[in-house]
């Protein structure tokens, strides 16, 4: 069974850092495209960073570029996203998530409907 299991996330003031992690269970992560989600309230789902299984090339979207690192540890099978210098526009619940394997660019299959697999979801909150 493919389950995906989140970790970190909380509470941080405005220009700190988090990781959160996503570990997978039933399935190599470096078998799947994975993507990090956040979803604010009152607003839909939206792409952060995704990775892709064949050569684990990354994608940013502009908002989080040079502040967030997406990563993968291939023998612990987790993908981690790393968070700097956040800003209360960063608050929201964040996914992991994972898809198949594919041949297409890291940015064309970095949108919602490209997964089937989601994590748990957790709290992301930043505010002094």
């Known amino acids: 069974q493919l389950q995906l299991v989140q970790s970190g996330g909380g509470l941080v003031q405005p220009g700190g850092s988090l990781r959160l992690s996503c570990t997978a269970s039933?399935?190599?992560?470096?078998?799947?495209?994975i993507g990090w989600f956040r979803q604010a309230p009152g607003k839909a789902r939206e792409e952060i960073s995704c990775?892709?299984?064949?050569?684990?090339?990354?994608y940013y979207v502009e908002s989080v570029k040079g502040r967030f690192t997406i990563s993968r540890d291939i023998a612990e099978n987790t993908v981690y996203l790393q968070m700097n210098s956040l800003d209360p526009s960063d608050t929201a619940v964040y996914y992991c998530?994972?898809?198949?394997?594919?041949?297409?660019?890291?940015?064309?299959?970095?949108?919602?409907?490209?997964?089937?697999?989601w994590g748990q979801g957790t709290q992301v909150t930043v505010s002094s």
């Open positions: 990775i892709t299984n064949s050569n684990g090339a990354t």
């Open positions: 998530a994972a898809g198949p394997e594919t041949l297409s660019t890291v940015q064309a299959i970095c949108v919602p409907g490209f997964f089937a697999s």
């Open positions: 039933g399935f190599t992560l470096d078998s799947y495209a």
